[in-house]
């Protein structure tokens, strides 16, 4: 899987850094990974949104946090289950830029769930900025 990463990370990269010069053009903006349930990290031993974006040339800001409660493969959950399940994700409210455009990055987008609760625990952390969403697969 990782050694699969590698064959997009530079065509992701500078996909990322053309959507961003396009929609953000001189504003900053932060770039954020959505991050691995902890237990699929250990089974995998990488994160699969990292390894797709060549850190060398973008950074990566972690401000999203699996809750503790989240322990189900999201893979395992039939599409009804996933719109059922409760907030997925923690932010720290001291760590959450008030109005700098986030870009939210993921791997695979299926359902939506995922991104969803990202976006509402940003926003229930206090953000108050611009979200846009990238994924490779969807």
């Not at 504003?27 to 031993?45: A, C, K, L």
């Not at 974006?53 to 503790?68: A, F, N």
Request: aromatic share 10%; glycine share 2%.
């Amino acid at each position: 899987d990782y050694k699969l990463a590698e064959c997009f990370q530079t065509i992701l990269t500078v996909q990322i850094e053309k959507w961003y010069q396009f929609h953000f053009a001189k504003s900053p903006v932060f770039i954020v990974s959505i991050p691995p349930q902890p237990q699929r990290y250990q089974e995998r031993g990488f994160d699969p949104v990292t390894s797709l974006v060549d850190q060398r040339l973008l950074r990566l800001t972690p401000l999203l946090k699996w809750q503790q409660h989240a322990t189900w493969h999201q893979s395992t959950l039939t599409l009804a289950r996933r719109y059922q399940q409760p907030q997925l994700f923690e932010v720290d409210p001291l760590s959450t830029p008030n109005k700098t455009p986030l870009v939210l990055v993921d791997d695979i987008v299926t359902s939506g769930q995922t991104l969803i609760n990202a976006v509402k625990a940003l926003r229930q952390a206090g953000y108050l900025g611009d979200l846009a969403t990238l994924s490779l697969v969807r």
